[in-house]
């Protein structure tokens, strides 16, 4: 968004420019702590409620649900900034996570890291599938990905049949991977933190990253002021597809028994933490650690109503709820944020 | 398939490899007679003539590979399974026809299966029960409509976050519970056929529904806006530029579609299985 709007902007008056640039930051600025306070007071409210919220074995059993969305979040977040979205993910990391660690169960003995290039490589391949037809094809993300979505778990329900990888058959070095813990947080959560934070770097300070926001801003402009849009979509479904077919071991190591319905409707889930998370939907604007904070804020919802007491059928429909919310409250901000810009560059406002 | 290539190249301007310069020559070459008779053959080459003919070739293959499968039976069977799916593709034609996608159907009947569970476990009159699915039915598509319309929101992402809503909604309200003792007068509609037919319900409700929205979309100004609409570029990108005024009708489009959903969830549910959370995830 915040690429449009500046783009929109008079080029003859460069001190307006960046007045105004200077406001669509404070707007996304906003935007992010925004969430931050919200998950602040939701953990506030909870924790007085249930002490037991905030103890030491929740924050961890919180952090480390947080990680396989976090992960997934940011993957997405490099596609819908790009105006396009993936619905496979929850497929992708189905698949991933049985054919990955069913490789122990074959071969036993198979190190660890081969697991992770296996699961690495299946999620490569699914996406560089939805890529080729997103950006040669050109068909709509959201058919192909529709489709994929079903032809993966298709694919994953004709592997799995009726088995299931169960815990016995996974070696214990690659079930400690979720728990081990640096000063009570888990491994893990760091990993996948600085894994983000150098995505989020990526996307905001490399040229290619910005080039993805500038597609998503205006998809024509892009293509007539040079910037290889096809060649930049198919990388953001190759990296969303890489990074759903990691989050899927990394799935396995934390629940251990896999069958064909791992990761079914975590589209829905991923989505939501993207777009509550400040990117928005329209593409063009947002940023990985805003989706991030999304993620972590969805997984701390989750977690309140278990510690509370509610019953865990509502988490599916908070989730549908906030994604709800938080695209209406963009919308607003959009729009309001367009007039104060119309207002500056007519020379009211400066 | 190869049906639906040959429509996919025929519809083009020249078929696939061929360039327009050849095509061009042999319609010169060819006598008058041959161009009338392509002329005439035009209007049957479409995609739903190849659909057809995938159909009658998978009803052929099944007919030659079993001789269960050109039975009444069978094929009343068919009608029940896919029922509920195609009364609920009518108003979903309307909504992709205007550009738009709704994600939420499924969730929607979901969540009006569930109700009905519930309130059926509550004792309420069947009839009422009715008349609360279809109003729940329209609210669920209002709520859709005017996200998409009033607020401007793309209906993909709308549309996800009340997939979720409503599915939700449909597993709070049963929670792990299944509901399955319907009065038999009732269930009869989903696994009996329509008297002296061999047509289940859903069936004949969709045949009625097919014909009015066919007529709605192709005879009448309210139907061809909405191709109009779908047709025209979305003004949605240029936020302010009076998007909402454009496309008037999108917003009863979704409305409309909810209440057959509701209504395929009655029709749905009562079967033996009975209803879940879960039922059309």
């Known amino acids: 968004m915040s690429a449009a709007l500046t783009e929109r902007r008079d080029p003859s008056s460069p001190s307006a420019r960046a007045s105004s640039r200077k406001l669509t930051e404070r707007v996304s600025r906003i935007r992010e702590s925004g969430i931050i306070a919200v998950l602040i007071v939701f953990v506030a409210v909870t924790a007085s409620i249930q002490p037991r919220f905030i103890d030491q074995a929740n924050i961890q059993f919180v952090l480390s649900n947080t990680t396989v969305y976090a992960l997934l979040a940011l993957g997405e977040t490099m596609v819908v900034v ?102 009570g947080v888990p491994y893990l959560a760091i990993v996948i933190a600085a894994v983000i934070g150098a ?13 993805l926001y500038a597609i998503g801003s205006n998809p024509e402009a892009a293509r007539l002021a040079g910037i290889p849009v096809g060649k930049r979509v198919f990388t953001a479904f190759t990296v969303s597809g890489g990074i759903a077919g990691l989050a899927g071991v990394l799935w396995a190591a934390q629940y251990q028994t896999i069958d064909s319905t791992a990761g079914t409707g975590y589209e829905l889930t991923v989505i939501s933490a993207v777009v509550v998370g400040g990117v928005a939907i329209f593409g063009g604007s947002g940023s990985a650690v805003g989706a991030a904070i999304g993620a972590l804020l969805l997984a701390t919802i989750s977690s309140a109503l278990n510690v ?15 994604l709800l919310v938080a695209i209406s409250l963009d919308r607003l901000i959009s729009v309001k944020l367009m007039a104060a810009l119309r207002q500056r560059s007519s020379g009211v406002g400066t | 398939m190869e049906p639906d290539q040959n429509t996919r190249n025929a519809e083009g301007t020249a078929p696939g490899g061929t360039p327009p310069g050849s095509t061009g020559a042999q319609a010169a070459a060819s006598p008058r007679r041959a161009i009338g008779f392509r002329a005439a053959l035009q209007p049957a080459i479409r995609w739903e003539t190849g659909l057809a003919l995938v159909a009658v070739a998978i009803v052929v293959f099944g007919g030659l590979t079993s001789s269960q499968f050109l039975t009444s039976g069978n094929f009343f069977n068919l009608g029940v399974s ?25 969730a929607t009947l979901g969540m009006s299966s569930a109700t009905l569970g519930f309130l059926w476990s509550k004792h309420w009159p069947m009839l009422a029960i009715f008349v609360i699915l279809a109003a729940l039915g329209v609210v669920a598509g209002l709520i859709n409509g005017l996200l998409v319309t009033r607020v401007g929101l793309p209906s993909l992402a709308v549309t996800i976050g009340t997939l979720g809503l409503y599915r939700g909604i449909a597993q709070i309200i049963l929670g792990a519970n299944t509901i399955s003792n319907f009065p038999a007068t009732y269930t009869t509609i989903g696994v009996n056929p329509v008297p002296h037919t061999n047509i289940p319900y859903s069936v004949a409700i969709f045949i009625v529904l097919a014909v ?65 959370p879960s039922a059309w995830s």
Not at chain 1, 126 to 152: E, K, W
Not at chain 2, 82 to 106: H, K, N, Q
Not at chain 2, 237 to 262: D, E, F, Q, V
């Open chain 2, 82 to 106: 896919s029922g509920e799916i195609a009364i609920m593709a009518l108003p979903m034609t309307l909504i992709v026809i205007s550009g738009e996608i709704d994600l939420s159907v499924a």
């Open chain 1, 308 to 322: 509370l007491g509610i019953s865990p059928f509502w988490d599916l429909a908070i989730a549908g709820f906030l």
């Open chain 1, 82 to 183: 790009s105006r396009n979205v993936d619905l496979s993910v929850g497929s992708v990391l189905g698949l991933s996570a049985y054919v990955s660690t069913n490789l122990f169960g074959h071969s036993p003995g198979i190190p660890v890291p081969v697991v992770f290039l296996a699961g690495l490589g299946i999620g490569l391949g699914c996406g560089i599938a939805n890529g080729l037809m997103v950006a040669i094809g050109r068909v709509p993300s959201l058919v192909v990905t529709l489709a994929t979505l079903y032809i993966i778990r298709g694919i994953d329900i004709l592997i799995v049949g009726g088995n299931e990888v169960v815990a016995q058959t996974l070696p214990a070095s690659f079930i400690a991977i979720p728990r081990a813990n640096v000063l």
């Open chain 2, 212 to 276: 009015i929205f066919g007529v709605v979309l192709h005879a009448t100004a309210t139907g061809r806006s909405i191709y109009a609409m779908g047709a025209s570029p979305k003004p949605r990108c240029s936020p302010g530029s009076g998007s909402s005024a454009s496309r008037p009708c999108s917003s009863w489009c979704p409305a409309l579609s909810a209440p057959w959903r509701a209504r395929s969830g009655l029709s749905a549910c009562p079967r033996p299985s009975g209803t879940t």
């Open chain 1, 199 to 211: 995505g989020a770097y990526y996307l905001r300070s490399y040229r290619s990253g910005r080039e």
